[in-house]
């Protein structure tokens, strides 16, 4: 008898879990929309099970590990000997930590800037304006959801997230958000060039020519996926971003000044604070299986920051995200 009430009762809860969802889906507003109506408790579905995260999470990281950070201003001169050193200082870091932030990168702290407000701009925008962006179609080009993953994974994130796709073919420019149009397109082609010099860097790193990965067509294609999280009223209950490794070549990411992002690196949730004018290169899982000797960091995931925002963290080349 025990034993066949007990997967009614496991039943039961699955149903209640579907019903959650699809409710909180049906509404088109986010994570967002929940902060919006004034919600003082985290719902269930965003409860995250306590085996998933550890104390350790939740702490101040491991201090004593510091991500690198490459400066690539020596790209900038006709020096092939600089371009080697940091070719070198790239292969290292991939190396080691799978991660590491550059600086003098080429892209103006003002286009920077812009993009994380023109993100936060569209967030911020009425309920009715982001709900015809509103969509899980997998070939729409624009749209905007929360939880790319949320009928399957086993607890919902706490954010919201705006994909486009912005080369090789893009949609055109008028089906992009007006909030964020003009600044996405914009960062888009600075982004375009610095993935070249990426490229470029690992492929000598690597001992090949230059253009080698280029020409494999590795920074053929990016996609940005624009992360927005709003304050959690429960933030030892839920978390931004899970435990997960990024599914493409390159990602480029853009953090604001809010932080909150961690690395798993000799077994340790190291934290990655923000750096003003610097952007956090993760090598992806494609990559390391081109050039075996780079190791993807498995296990990056933003921690959540009560009572803050975070938003804007764009990554570049991704074809898909892996969590």
Known sequence: MDQNLQPVSENGKENERAKALKAFDDTKAGVKGLVDAGLVTVPQ????PPEDISSEMLGSGFPSFKVPIIDLKGMQSTDTLQHHQIAKEVINAGETWGFFQIVNHGIPQEIMDQMIEGIKRFNEQPNEVKMEFYSRDKMKKVRFNSNFDLYKARSANWRDTLSSTMAPNPPPSEEYPAACRDTMLQYSEHIKKLGQVLFQLISMGLGLPPHFLEDMECNKGHTFFCHYYPPCPEPERSIGHGK?????????????????LQALHQNHWVDIPPLRGALLVNIGDFLQVRAANISPSFGNYSLYLSKNYSFGQLNENSNKEKH
């Open 45 to 48: 579905i965003f409860v995250i």
């Open 244 to 260: 997960h490794s990024d599914a493409d070549f390159l990602t480029v990411l853009l953090q604001d000044h809010i932080g909150g």
